[in-house]
């Protein structure tokens, strides 16, 4: 014979190992995996109700599981697993088969419940297909080490390049003229030259931003 009721007020109003507090008196949760709704409630109580179904989900495969006062003296026996279909239609049929004569409040706690782990797998399949980021370590001094060794490159490469347009400058100015013996025709050309390569690359970066690249499709 069972004793629901005494069963609830034993353990409902006073201890039970699933049963999680919270700050909010008036809600209780319970971490039993057979609890169809995850609250502390005496309509929704796996251990207080002889007569009680839910949904569990076990490798991907969702599973009807019911309880009948019948099995009540089989512990070992005492859930029925029914596979559900794949589908979700069929799926709440066989629901609507195996539990008929079911209290339907429970019924459609039971849909509710099947349709957050159905949810909850399409979820995991997508994330499983989308591409896996991969985590390399760096070091963290290395890589701090390599860009201040580039800043000083550039650095000096800068200076360089000012130096050289300085130079010329000057020389283009004749201000060398009394200290250095040199071709003026020679040094002339090699302006020009220098000039028509400036000219060459400012080209180049304007036909760059007026036509970026893109990818042809055959």
Known sequence: MNHDDAMWNIMGQTFCSFKVKTNDDKVRFCRNPYNVTGLCQRGVCPLSNAQYATVIEHEDELYLYVKTAERAHLPRRQWEKV??????????????????????????????????????????????????????????????????????????????????????????????????NYNKEAFEKLLDEEENREEFEALEQDEDEEFPDFDLEW
């Open 83 to 180: 596979k559900l279909d794949v589908s979700f239609p069929k799926a709440l049929a066989q629901i609507d088969e195996e539990l008929q004569w079911w209290d339907q409040k429970l019924v459609i706690k039971i849909k509710a419940r099947l349709l957050r782990l159905k949810q909850y797998l399409m979820r995991k399949r997508k994330m499983l297909m989308e591409p896996q980021d991969e985590y390399v370590s760096v070091n963290k001094r290395q890589e701090d080490k390599l860009l201040r060794r580039e800043e000083k490159a550039e650095a000096a490469a800068r200076i360089e390049m000012e130096i050289e347009k300085e130079l010329l400058d000057r020389l283009r100015k004749g201000t060398y003229d009394s200290v250095i």
